[in-house]
């Protein structure tokens, strides 16, 4: 029922939408029709921001390499509710002007809100989408209240360009002017008024940009055979990048480089031809803002220069992975040696000499960043995303083992090349696992479900491949937080409501194609003539972890699949209702058959789904839908909607699903919904929804906080972004918090919980940002067993400071600033980063360990979703989307090429229609920084410890080995000398020889005592030949003799060596033979002498007979060695005269060192 408050028609009329606001409305003739707005969020005569605390604050955003902000914006207002990564990335995307003293400067997101909703507004007034001025402004508070409560949010291009000329109606009317000129060329098109036919649209060239800004991000493009056209081509490419959008194109109607062109020669072939597109792309910044210019490019496997499309982004891959991998890590490497080199462990010194001993050309450290010299300036076709093109006779020849052809372009009729087909999936695989490119469109899935068939096939996608269009058509973006909508009391989603804003967000959709410019012409006329829109999701598996669901279930298969259903049925209901108001798509009528195709194979799946909660044979029941169906619905290169069908059901693990209240809710909305649809009569648009990344436009919807981009799981639950305009921030899925309280845990538990994941800075948000909060809590008595390892680390180091709440508030301030600033050591480091999993929190149950996989391990977490799960949800939400989901198959490192071919083959039979994968580790940049076991191989800290515990290992198997006894005998001609020495005073006598060294060290003893054969010469003569192998395995001489002085026995007392000359007068008593043989050892090779043999001449020229028979000894001789000293004192006893310490013997007698007392009546 329409309002009654129409205005007159003749008058502009003024409508407030409040907060001092008054926007201007167009005179409209045509009063009657229009679309009513029920307000569902917000109440009639209150305005969406009354409710909401504002507060004001400063945005920084440091960029954590250098330590310095890479942004800044003081005092931007913001809603108290929203946390700061959404403010910081929405304030340094997305608020317009630098000079905070210029007008048009937008120091709050509430600018930015008014600035989009009030020019919807305007828009959709003018052209008749509201029938009554009230529903106007219901429309208006309504797309504020979403975007206020982060419950929505438009791509990109719309934060960038809209509102920037409508603003100026309600404000600063005299400043528009500054508008002027700015902004880059763009069209619009129209079909004259009471003209039907689409043959009759035309296009003009916009005097100003901002009139009718762009708002699509997604832009389809093809390219023609010539070097006029190639060349044009770059030209419009370059006029999208700058408006702020990306491309997508398909190379194949370029002649290869192996087709020979007129005159003489061979053609450049595509890829040469793509080099400089890429490097345009790269040149220009998007819109002229802080994004990076993004392509895709394809091309079909039966193009002759395919394998060598497959292989280009793998060869510069390769360049990249050199230099940052290697060379930056032995930088790196470096400049820790110079350190260590100095003031290290031995280890870390020999560690660093190897280092410094590598060859280096340059030690700078190059930047991983897509704007920094490797990436952007030097490797090529960094700026697009490849994919190849396999098309239903590709399929075909692979699943019977057959042959498949290249063939010319300039003449199909002639073959290039004939190869086995796997031989492609070959290469992909191989080159998939070293590079993670090039991704796979599965052709034939793609035009099944083409809405459009009659006009021509789809052979291109956008550059996150979800929108899937005929060339020159446009998509403009937007998304839901779908965990806004759901009710955590009643543990239901509140569907109505989200109907409701979905139907909010297809008329701001396709008022961007009503009133939006586009980059060039033939854009703007297909996105006219077919009227497309991208309505999607984020954070899908936010909401499972929410609901405490595992990512990788049938069940949260069944939730996704009928949420994404609910989404494209209300998308394609709010289409026809535009539809009958205000007319089809100028192309309807035309292409309607093929629409209605398609909208009866999305209500055939969706009857399909029923199956599982029934337990129905799901196989048998595609069967009976489609011979039921069959002929309403489509079929494409060799596919049938059975296909479709029996895909969607191989996408579950099991074929009975324990279906979730949630998901039997969501069933019986969409069957309703569906029926409504295939039964309207016209519809505005002929393409409706996508899973968009959501890669920027998650911030303002609070995503990178709370949850995950649009149908991903979290990639780990914490993880740090890297910022295309630089900078980083960490990222913590708040959501698992609220997993683990539907799992029926403690606010306490909760609490401990964010600790253990997030360290430090996760507690502080679980406790609202409260420091007092946060001491309360770690004041709270936990018992041992219970406490997980971030927590044990954190009590050991403000443990003593618990019981005082000052000194702990105080330490805990101090921790996060290190954290903030650099300089907290590794312990500190660990307690502020958290582990980044919920593995080794203690008091968690292993059933429910499930719901908080991720992508991929991370830290000492060894749990993550396999690729299956990652691929069954793909095929479980694809029959319900327009379009495809931009979402990433993640494999572990330790995946084989066998694996990612399995992979591709995998997704064509579950009917998925674009697949990109990704193995752990396989490309040198990643967009998320986690800690994961693969990559800290190239972490330098890591390196560095592995390469000093590498060289303790090393040094300590050389010493182990060196330290073996290894036997080293005597040569077969070497110098010894014999001896002749006396014990007892003649009662034994014997011969002592020394053989030596070369070096004149002592290597062998011989012996012999009293007569040949007698027990004592034994004895003597085996001591002697042990005592010889003991120093040739290297046993020094000085251990030795140190052993076996004083070893007492009779004979012993007076000794005599040598002749009567005295030859060693020095040795004149012994213990026992052995003693007197440690005395003759140790006069032989005296330490003064480095235990080498003294020359025989030089021991006669320095003795020297006195007349009284007394021997001086020269200062060689009379110099005593320390270990003489030593071993004379070890025969030490305390002089009974003196008391000390130097009582030894002599002979059998003992004397005094000290005093010269004597004990003995030898009379010496």
């Given at each position: 029922?329409?309002s009654?408050?129409?205005?007159s028609p003749?008058t502009?009329t003024?409508?407030?939408?409040?907060?001092?606001?008054?926007i201007?409305?167009?005179p409209?003739e045509?009063?009657l029709?229009?679309l009513?707005?029920e307000?569902v969020?917000?109440?009639?005569?209150?305005?969406?921001?009354e409710?909401?605390?504002?507060?004001?604050r400063?945005v920084?955003?440091?960029d954590w390499?250098?330590?310095k902000p890479?942004?800044?914006r003081k005092?931007?207002?913001?809603?108290?509710?929203?946390a700061?990564?959404?403010?910081?990335?929405?304030?340094?995307?997305?608020l317009?002007?630098?000079?905070?003293d210029?007008?048009?400067?937008e120091?709050?997101?509430?600018h930015?809100f008014?600035r989009?909703?009030?020019t919807?507004?305007v828009?959709?007034?003018r052209?008749?989408?509201?029938?009554?001025?009230?529903d106007?402004?219901?429309y208006?508070?309504e797309l504020?209240y979403?975007?206020?409560?982060?419950?929505?949010a438009?791509n990109?291009?719309?934060?960038?360009?809209?509102g920037?000329w409508?603003q100026?109606?309600?404000?600063?009317?005299?400043?528009?002017?500054t508008m002027?000129n700015r902004g880059n060329?763009?069209?619009k098109?129209?079909?004259p008024?009471g003209d039907?036919?689409?043959?009759?649209l035309e296009?003009?060239?916009?005097s100003?940009?901002y009139?009718?800004?762009?708002?699509?991000?997604c832009?389809?493009m093809?390219i023609?055979?010539?070097?006029?056209?190639i060349?044009?081509?770059?030209?419009a490419?370059g006029?999208v990048?700058?408006?702020?959008s990306?491309?997508?194109?398909?190379l194949s109607?370029i002649?290869?480089?192996k087709?020979?062109i007129a005159?003489?020669?061979?053609?450049?072939?595509?890829?040469s031809?793509d080099?400089?597109?890429d490097r345009?792309?790269g040149?220009i910044?998007?819109?002229?803002?802080?994004r990076?210019a993004?392509r895709m490019v394809?091309?079909f496997?039966?193009h002759p220069?395919?394998?060598?499309?497959?292989?280009t982004?793998n060869?510069?891959?390769?360049?990249?992975?050199?230099v940052?991998?290697?060379?930056n890590?032995?930088v790196a490497?470096k400049?820790?040696?110079e350190?260590?080199?100095?003031k290290g462990s031995p280890?870390?010194?020999?560690?660093?000499?190897?280092?410094?001993?590598?060859?280096?050309?340059?030690d700078?450290?190059?930047?991983?960043g897509?704007?920094?010299l490797l990436?952007?300036?030097?490797?090529?076709?960094?700026?697009?995303?490849?994919?190849?093109?396999?098309?239903g006779d590709?399929?075909k020849a692979?699943?019977?083992k057959g042959?498949?052809a290249?063939?010319?372009v300039?003449d199909p009729t002639?073959?290039e090349?004939?190869?086995k087909?796997?031989?492609?999936l070959?290469?992909?695989?191989e080159c998939v696992?070293h590079n993670a490119?090039?991704?796979?469109?599965?052709?034939?899935?793609i035009?099944?479900?083409?809405?459009?068939k009659?006009?021509g096939?789809?052979?291109t996608?956008?550059p996150c491949?979800?929108y899937?269009?005929?060339?020159?058509t446009?998509c403009?973006?937007?998304s839901?937080?779908?965990f806004r909508?759901?009710?955590?009391d009643?543990?239901?989603?509140?569907?109505e409501?989200?109907q409701?804003?979905i139907?909010l967000?297809?008329i701001?959709a396709?008022l961007?194609i009503?009133?939006?410019?586009?980059?060039?012409?033939?854009i703007?006329a297909?996105?006219?003539r077919y009227?497309t829109t991208?309505?999607g999701y984020?954070?899908?598996?936010?909401?499972?972890?929410?609901?405490g669901?595992?990512?990788?279930s049938d069940?949260?298969?069944?939730?996704?699949s009928?949420l994404?259903s609910?989404l494209?049925?209300?998308?394609?209901?709010?289409?026809s209702?535009m539809?009958?108001?205000?007319g089809?798509?100028?192309?309807?009528e035309?292409t309607?058959?093929?629409?209605r195709e398609v909208?009866?194979l999305?209500k055939?799946?969706q009857?399909?789904?029923g199956?599982f909660?029934?337990?129905k044979d799901v196989e048998?029941e595609a069967e009976?839908i489609?011979k039921?169906?069959?002929?309403?619905?489509p079929m494409s290169?060799?596919l049938?909607?059975?296909?479709?069908?029996?895909?969607?059901a191989?996408?579950?693990?099991?074929h009975?699903?324990?279906?979730?209240?949630i998901?039997?809710?969501?069933?019986d909305v969409?069957a309703a919904t569906?029926?409504e649809?295939?039964a309207?009569?016209?519809?505005?648009?002929?393409f409706?929804?996508?899973?968009?990344p959501?890669?920027?436009?998650?911030a303002?919807?609070?995503?990178?906080d709370?949850g995950?981009?649009?149908?991903?799981?979290?990639y780990?639950?914490?993880?740090?972004?890297n910022l295309?305009?630089?900078?980083?921030?960490?990222?913590f899925?708040?959501l698992?918090?609220?997993?683990?309280?539907t799992?029926?845990y403690?606010?306490?538990?909760?609490?401990?919980a964010?600790l253990?994941?997030?360290?430090l800075d996760?507690?502080?948000?679980?406790?609202d940002?409260?420091?007092?909060?946060?001491a309360?809590?770690l004041r709270h008595y936990?018992?041992?067993s219970?406490?997980?390892?971030i927590r044990?680390?954190?009590?050991?180091?403000i443990g003593f400071?618990?019981?005082d709440?000052s000194?702990l508030?105080?330490?805990?301030?101090?921790?996060?600033?290190?954290?903030?600033?650099?300089?907290?050591n590794?312990e500190?480091?660990?307690v502020?980063?958290?582990?980044?999993h919920?593995?080794?929190?203690?008091?968690?149950?292993?059933?429910?360990?499930g719901?908080?996989?991720c992508?991929a391990?991370?830290?000492?977490g060894?749990?993550?979703?396999?690729?299956?799960?990652?691929?069954?949800?793909l095929?479980?939400?694809q029959p319900?989307?327009s379009?495809?989901t931009?979402?990433t198959v993640?494999?572990?490192?330790?995946a084989t090429?066998?694996?990612i071919k399995q992979?591709?083959v995998?997704c064509h039979e579950?009917?998925?229609k674009?697949?990109a994968?990704?193995?752990a580790?396989s490309?040198?940049i990643?967009?998320?920084?986690?800690d994961?076991p693969?990559g800290?191989?190239?972490?330098?800290?890591?390196?560095?410890?592995g390469?000093?515990e590498g060289v303790?290992?090393?040094v300590?198997?050389?010493v182990?080995?060196?330290?073996k006894p290894?036997?080293v005998r005597?040569?077969g001609?070497r110098?010894s000398q014999?001896?002749?020495?006396?014990?007892?005073g003649g009662?034994?006598?014997?011969?002592l020889t020394?053989?030596v060294?070369?070096d004149g060290s002592?290597?062998?003893?011989?012996?012999?005592v009293?007569q040949?054969g007698?027990?004592?010469?034994?004895?003597?003569?085996?001591?002697?030949?042990a005592f010889s192998?003991?120093l040739?395995?290297g046993?020094?001489l000085s251990?030795?003799?140190?052993s076996?002085?004083?070893?007492?026995?009779?004979p012993s007392?007076?000794?005599k060596v040598g002749?009567?000359?005295?030859v060693?007068?020095?040795i004149?008593s012994c213990?026992?033979?052995v003693?007197?043989m440690m005395q003759i050892l140790?006069?032989l090779?005296?330490?003064?002498n480095g235990e080498?043999?003294?020359?025989?001449?030089?021991?006669?020229?320095?003795v020297a007979k006195?007349e009284?028979g007394?021997v001086t000894?020269?200062?060689v001789e009379?110099?005593?060695?320390?270990?003489f000293?030593?071993?004379q004192?070890?025969?030490?006893e305390s002089?009974?005269k003196?008391?000390?310490?130097?009582?030894?013997?002599?002979?059998?007698?003992?004397?005094?060192?000290d005093?010269?007392f004597?004990?003995?009546?030898c009379?010496e």
């Open positions: 029922m329409k009654l408050d129409v205005p003749s502009e003024s409508l407030n939408v409040g907060f001092g606001q008054s201007q409305l167009d409209r045509d009063l029709g229009g009513t707005i307000r969020f917000t109440e009639d005569g209150k305005n969406p921001y409710s909401i605390v504002w507060e004001r400063d920084v955003i440091m390499k250098t330590g890479s942004y800044e005092g931007v207002e913001v809603p108290s509710f929203w700061e990564n959404a403010l910081k990335i929405t304030a340094s995307k997305y317009f002007g630098r000079d905070p210029t007008p048009e400067y120091d709050s997101v509430r930015a008014d989009i909703a009030n919807y507004t828009w959709g007034w052209h008749g989408y509201f029938a009554t001025t009230g106007a402004l219901a208006n508070h504020k979403l975007l206020a409560y982060q419950m929505w438009p990109s291009p719309v934060w960038f360009n809209i920037h409508e100026w109606r309600w404000g600063r009317p005299d400043l528009r002017p002027d060329k763009a069209y098109a129209i079909i008024e039907d036919d689409d043959r009759n296009v003009k060239e916009l100003n940009a009139t009718h800004p762009q708002a699509s991000a832009f389809l093809g023609e055979d010539s070097m006029e056209k060349l044009s081509h770059q030209i490419e006029g990048f700058s408006s702020g990306g491309i997508g194109v398909n109607s002649r290869s480089s087709e020979p005159g003489k020669g061979f053609a450049s072939g595509p890829i031809f080099k400089g597109f345009m792309a040149a910044k998007s819109g002229g803002k802080t990076r993004a394809l091309l496997a039966d220069d395919i394998f060598q499309f497959i292989s982004k060869e510069q891959e390769d360049i990249g992975k050199i940052l991998r290697e060379h890590v032995s490497l400049k820790k040696a350190v260590f080199a100095v280890a870390e010194r020999m560690a660093a000499r190897i280092v410094l001993d590598m060859p280096m050309v340059t700078r450290q190059y930047d991983s897509m704007d920094e990436y952007g300036e030097t490797l090529g076709h960094q700026n697009a995303n490849h994919s190849v093109s396999l098309k590709f399929w692979y699943q019977t042959e498949y290249t063939r010319w300039s002639k073959v090349d004939t190869f087909a796997e031989e492609i070959d290469a992909i695989a696992w490119e090039p991704g796979t469109h599965n052709n034939d899935f035009n099944i479900w083409n809405p459009v009659s006009d096939d789809i052979s996608s956008n491949s979800e899937l269009h005929l060339n020159f446009s403009n973006l937007s839901f937080n779908v909508f759901y009710d955590r009643e543990k239901k989603m509140k569907v409501k989200l409701k804003a139907r967000a297809m701001a396709d961007n009503e009133e939006g410019g586009f980059p060039i012409s033939e703007a297909g996105t006219y009227r991208g309505i984020a954070n899908v598996g936010g909401l499972l972890m929410a609901m669901i595992p990512y990788d069940e949260g298969r069944l939730i996704a009928q994404v609910l494209t049925s209300t998308c394609w209901k709010a289409s209702e539809g009958q108001e205000l089809a798509y100028p192309r309807f035309s309607e058959a093929d629409l909208l009866e999305h055939a799946v009857d399909l789904s199956a909660a029934e337990g048998k009976v489609f039921k169906r069959g002929s309403r619905l290169q060799g049938t909607a059975l296909d479709v069908l029996k895909g969607y191989k996408s579950f693990e099991k009975s699903v324990d279906a979730p209240e998901a039997k809710q969501l069933q969409n569906w029926t649809v295939l309207a009569k016209r519809f505005r648009n002929s409706t929804t996508v899973m968009a959501t890669g920027t436009i998650s303002p919807m609070g995503v990178y709370e995950t981009t649009s149908a991903e799981p979290d780990t639950l914490v993880k740090y972004k295309s305009g630089g900078g980083m921030l960490k990222m899925n708040t698992a918090l609220e997993g683990l309280r799992q029926g403690t606010t306490h538990q909760v609490r401990e964010a253990e994941v997030a360290g996760g507690l502080f948000t679980a406790c940002s409260k420091m007092a909060a946060v309360r809590h936990m018992e041992e219970q406490i997980g390892p044990h680390k954190l009590n050991e180091l400071k618990i019981g709440a000194k508030e105080a330490c805990l301030e101090e921790l996060r600033e290190k954290g903030q600033t650099g300089g907290a590794d500190e480091s660990i502020l980063a958290g582990a980044s919920v593995e080794d929190i203690p008091w968690l149950k292993s059933e429910h360990l719901a908080f996989d992508s391990t991370s830290g000492t060894v749990r993550s979703i396999q690729a299956k799960g990652h691929m069954r949800m095929g479980a939400i319900f989307l379009g495809a931009s979402k993640n494999l572990p490192y330790t090429r066998e694996d992979c591709l995998d579950m009917g998925v674009c697949v994968l990704y193995r580790d490309k040198g990643s967009v998320f920084n986690v994961t693969e800290r191989k190239w972490n330098p800290e890591y390196v560095w410890d390469l000093v303790r290992q090393q300590g198997e050389i182990q080995e060196a330290s290894r036997r005597l040569p001609r110098l014999t001896l002749k020495f006396e014990v007892g009662l034994m006598e014997g011969f020394v053989g060294y070369p002592c290597g062998e003893v011989f012996g012999r009293g040949a007698s027990f004592a010469n034994g004895m003597f003569e085996s001591f002697c030949k192998i003991s040739q395995y046993v020094p251990s030795l003799v140190e076996f002085r004083y070893t007492a026995f009779d007392g007076f000794t002749d009567q000359d005295g060693a007068d020095q004149k213990k026992s033979v003693d007197a140790q006069w090779f005296p330490e003064s080498r043999l003294l020359d025989y001449a030089a021991n006669v020229e320095h006195t009284s007394d000894v020269t200062p009379a110099k005593k060695s320390d270990l000293k030593s071993i004192n070890k025969s030490a002089c009974p003196c008391g000390s310490m130097a009582y030894v013997h002599d002979g059998k007698c003992r004397s005094c060192r005093c010269g004597k004990d003995g009546g009379g």
